[in-house]
């Protein structure tokens, strides 16, 4: 009786193995969910180098935008309010960023600057300076 508690007791390990390795399968990455709709590399095989020349470019001016607020913002310290200009240049993006600089009770007299942010093709970060520093509730004098 022991004996054939024994070999139901493998029978039933050499199952879960199989269980373990077919689930295992299941986790590895699929190379076929890291190439997009256009044929263009992501994921995993981004991150290992494997990038297509377009993949890198930023396109799309609000990509642009959104990349030159957060990376500002991790630099200054300081959250943007808005974007008063966007240029497409041969080699990237230029914007001109406005940040809260010093906020203040009422509000018309927080202390805001204009940023000139300059981004390279792939939206990175590649300059900037402050232009400008201002009250909110004051208007310009030209």
Same mark, same amino acid.
């Given at each position: @009786?022991? /004996? +054939?508690?024994?070999?139901? $007791?493998?029978?039933?390990?050499?199952?879960?193995? +199989?269980? &373990?390795?077919?689930?295992? %399968?299941?986790? !590895?990455? $699929?190379?076929? #969910? $890291?190439?997009? #709709? &256009?044929?263009?590399?992501?994921?995993?095989? #981004?991150?290992?180098?494997?990038?297509? !020349?377009?993949a890198d470019r930023?396109?799309?001016?609000? /990509?642009?935008?959104?990349?030159?607020? $957060?990376?500002?913002?991790?630099?200054?310290?300081?959250?943007? !309010?808005?974007?008063?200009?966007?240029?497409?240049?041969?080699?990237?993006?230029? =914007?001109?960023?406005?940040?809260?600089?010093? %906020?203040?009770?009422? /509000?018309? @007299?927080?202390? =805001?600057?204009?940023? %000139?942010?300059?981004?390279?093709?792939?939206?990175? =970060?590649?300059?900037?300076?402050? +232009?400008?520093?201002?009250? #909110?509730?004051?208007?310009?004098?030209?």
């Open positions: @009786m022991a /004996d +054939t508690r024994r070999s139901e $007791d493998t029978r039933s390990t050499d199952a879960e193995d +199989t269980q &373990d390795t077919e689930h295992d %399968e299941d986790t !590895e990455p $699929d190379e076929s #969910r $890291d190439t997009a #709709r &256009d044929g263009s590399r992501t994921g995993a095989n #981004r991150r290992n180098g494997h990038r297509s !020349e377009a930023v396109s799309n001016p609000l /990509d642009a935008v959104r990349r030159a607020q $957060d990376q500002l913002a991790l630099l200054t310290g300081q959250r943007a !309010e808005g974007v008063s200009s966007l240029t497409r240049t041969e080699d990237g993006w230029e =914007l001109t960023i406005e940040v809260l600089e010093l %906020e203040r009770v009422p /509000d018309t @007299m927080s202390l =805001l600057a204009s940023y %000139e942010v300059s981004l390279d093709a792939g939206g990175n =970060l590649t300059g900037y300076r402050r +232009t400008r520093r201002y009250e #909110r509730g004051r208007a310009d004098r030209k």
